[in-house]
């Protein structure tokens, strides 16, 4: 059964950083593509960053980009997402999303864990 | 960045009537090596991740009821529910994944008479 589940989120302070991590279960994680989505409370779906795990290329909002590094490490099926600079309006619940198989389909998103909240705020 | 619009932003269907929502890009996300278009929608109830129900613009994502289906081609597409339920009360979203980043349309709240 595939699996996905987020950790790592919380409070923070403008400014200050956080790692989130999303265990996988169920499928090879060398296998497809994995995006990270935001969703700011109420509001609709954003597009963070996604990682082609085979190649390792990767790819950023511009709204994150020099802030949010993607990553991963296969031994423990965990994709990362690393935030610094953390700004009030990256408060969200963040999403991982596998793709669903390899090019061109790697990035059609069929499994979705349940997020990890993010506020950010003093 | 290719910009995704919806249409409307919400809507209200009579059950068993029939539910449109459009979506077009700000480009054509048409790739002419496969001819596919790369867009997908996805279905959110409150307080659950988004699921997927249409990708390559029409194809149906496995378990998905057959009232839902997609069309369209090149930068305008079409999720049609042709005989809603209760059940498909929801937050509706188109998707590019054409180029990065794969941007999401606004959404489309469908709420059922």
């Known amino acids: 059964e595939v699996q996905l589940l987020e950790s790592g989120g919380g409070l923070v302070q403008p400014g200050g950083s956080l790692r989130l991590s999303c265990v996988v279960s169920?499928?090879?994680?060398?296998?497809?593509?994995l995006t990270w989505v935001r969703q700011a409370p109420g509001k609709g779906l954003e597009w963070v960053s996604g990682?082609?795990?085979?190649?390792?290329?990767?790819y950023y909002a511009d709204f994150v980009k020099g802030r949010f590094t993607i990553s991963r490490d296969s031994s423990t099926n965990t994709l990362y997402l690393q935030m610094n600079s953390l700004r009030p309006d990256d408060t969200a619940l963040y999403y991982c999303?596998?793709?669903?198989?390899?090019?061109?389909?790697?990035?059609?998103?069929?499994?979705w864990g349940p997020g990890t909240l993010v506020t950010v705020s003093s | 960045d290719i910009v995704m619009t919806q249409s409307p932003d919400s809507l209200a269907v009579s059950l068993g009537e029939r539910a449109t929502i459009n979506c077009k890009s700000s480009?054509?996300?048409?790739?002419?090596?496969?001819?596919?278009?790369?867009l997908a929608w996805f279905q959110q109830k409150p307080g659950q991740p988004p699921k997927l129900l249409i990708y390559?613009?029409?194809t149906r994502e496995s378990g998905v009821p057959d009232r839902f289906s997609g069309s369209g081609s090149g930068a305008d597409f079409t999720l049609t529910i042709s005989s809603v339920q209760a059940e498909d009360a929801a937050v509706y979203y188109c998707?590019?994944?054409?180029?990065?980043?794969?941007?999401f349309g606004q959404g489309t709240n469908l709420e059922i008479k």
């Open positions: 169920g499928f090879t994680l060398n296998s497809c593509a």
């Open positions: 999303a596998k793709g669903v198989g390899p090019p061109p389909s790697d990035y059609i998103l069929d499994f």
């Open positions: 990682l082609t795990v085979r190649s390792g290329a990767t």
């Open positions: 998707q590019q994944y054409y180029i990065p980043p794969h941007t």
């Open positions: 390559w613009a029409s």
């Open positions: 480009q054509t996300i048409l790739h002419n090596s496969n001819n596919k278009n790369f």
